[in-house]
Nanobody
Framework: QVQLVESGGGLVQAGGSLRLSCAASGRTFSSYATGWFRQAPGKEREFVAFITRSGGSTAYADSVKGRFTISRDNAKNTVYLQMNSLKPEDTAVYYC???????????????WGQGTQVTVSS
């Protein structure tokens, strides 16, 4: 299986930035599309962004478009989420996931990290 470990979360004030990393081990990372999801207290897990195997195509939720950037470095087996202009409503646990196809549907991802907390103060 593929193991995914997120890092880079923390506490930041509104308007600040964070860069999340998702390090993969096990199988070849380049074989998988990857996505970022988040879950705030009392809310369902929601799609944030995905990136294709080669990194050539990306997609974003409307709520983060223009502020977040997903990227990957297959040589380093790592996917990133650069988060700029953070808002309090971005506060959530952020999860990375890997699957066979890029999709907004969380159920189609086979592997998940344990999540990293992002807290944005107002």
């Amino acid at each position: 299986q593929v193991q995914l470990v997120e890092s880079g979360g923390g506490l930041v004030q509104a308007g600040g930035s964070l860069r999340l990393s998702c390090a993969a081990s096990g199988r070849t990372f380049s074989s998988y599309a990857t996505g970022w999801f988040r879950q705030a207290p009392g809310k369902e897990r929601e799609f944030v962004a995905f990136i294709t195997r080669s990194g050539g195509s990306t997609a974003y939720a409307d709520s983060v478009k223009g502020r977040f950037t997903i990227s990957r470095d297959n040589a380093k087996n790592t996917v990133y989420l650069q988060m700029n202009s953070l808002k309090p409503e971005d506060t959530a646990v952020y999860y990375c996931a890997a699957g066979q196809v890029p999709t907004l549907e969380s159920r189609r991802y086979s592997y998940w990290g344990q999540g990293t907390q992002v807290t944005v103060s107002s």
